[in-house]
């Protein structure tokens, strides 16, 4: 698996731990791991949505 570092500061990375912990990620990366997969899964689907919706709009299908 690809590895690289990315930087947080004091406060962020303390909300970032005490989530992880909370919700039984077995390690903060992991749940890190888990939200970006997420986010970008749903900003991905909003960009295809939008997508769909102008070529419907070019046919004529929507207003």
Known sequence: MFRTTIKL???????VKRCAESQGYSSVDEFVQHVLEKETTRI???????EIARKLKGLGYLD
């Open 9 to 15: 500061n004091k406060a962020l990375w303390q909300r």
């Open 44 to 50: 991905e689907e909003a960009e295809s949505d939008q």
